[in-house]
Nanobody, 116 residues
């Protein structure tokens, strides 16, 4: 079974930083061509935050460019999202996703709240 577990969320003040981790089991992320982070904020649609495509190309939502960095560790089989200069509008549940052969796999999400 493929399982994704996010961690690292929490409450942080504006301008602060958080590092999200996604532990993947049941599938080697080395073989995954599309993986990334999505977020769902209250009253908003789920949106792509950052992705790694074909193992080499990083894509980011315009709203997080220059502030967020996606990375992965093939040995640890983990995906990361470094979030700096956090803003209140970054508040959301963040989900990790990897694209499989016949389906996409999602974690349960981790809450990120940016508030003074």
């Amino acid at each position: 079974q493929v399982q994704l577990v996010e961690s690292g969320g929490g409450l942080v003040q504006p301008g602060g930083s958080l590092r999200l981790s996604c532990e993947v089991s049941g599938r080697s992320i080395f073989q995954i061509n599309h993986m990334g982070w999505y977020r769902q904020a209250p009253g908003k649609q789920r949106e792509m935050v950052a992705s790694i495509i074909s193992g080499v190309r990083e894509t980011y939502a315009d709203s997080v460019k220059g502030r967020f960095t996606i990375s992965k560790d093939n040995v640890k089989n983990q995906l990361f999202l470094q979030m700096n200069s956090l803003k209140p509008e970054d508040t959301a549940v963040y989900f990790c996703m990897i694209r499989g052969i016949v389906d996409d796999y999602w974690g349960q999400g981790t809450q990120v709240t940016v508030f003074s």
